[in-house]
């Protein structure tokens, strides 16, 4: 369940997150392209991951943000962290993401990093496991941060108030606790 979204082009980050050379062996020799992967978000909770081949350097970058951002997707940041820990998984990469306390930073490798720091997330823990190819960990990280549920869509779900799955106890019971205990001596 992806949920696409559109941004302005003059809010979007991105970074680009490997190069590399590829070639096509014909009859006539090897035709060299470049392969590009860039990440593209708009800091707000919106990233994507995208590729781009060109045979010099600046157009590859420039098809693969324009790829990054028609596949963008909405990611829950709640007070610049993740609601929630969660594995994402794309073919042999995995990567393990979990949330922070404010000023802990963005603590990931180059890859997870940049689509981190994309999506607006200030503050999140994170482990690549198994491979660690830039293009399967980067769209591992994004299919993982998809699959991420505020704590209201949660509720929703399960037909239950969010402070119960929230583990917090509702201000009515908190209210008459207090007035019980301030009549005690």
Known sequence: MVRQVTVEPQKVINEVIE????????KGGKRM??????????G???VGVGIG??????????????D?????VE???????????IVGEFKAARVLLKPAYPGTGVIAGRTVGAVCRAAGIRDILTKALGSTNPLNLARATLEGLSRLRTPDEVA?????PVEEILGVEPEEEKDATEEKDAGTP
């Open 68 to 72: 990054a951002l028609r596949n963008l």
């Open 33 to 42: 392209k470049f392969r590009v992967v860039v990440v593209a978000g708009d």
């Open 19 to 26: 190069i590399r050379r590829v070639g096509k062996v014909t």
């Open 44 to 46: 707000e909770g919106h």
């Open 156 to 160: 929703a779900v399960r037909d239950k």
């Open 53 to 66: 081949k060109s045979i010099e350097i600046p157009q590859a970058i420039q098809q693969g943000i324009r």
């Open 75 to 85: 990611v829950p940041v709640v007070n610049g962290t993740i609601p929630h820990e």
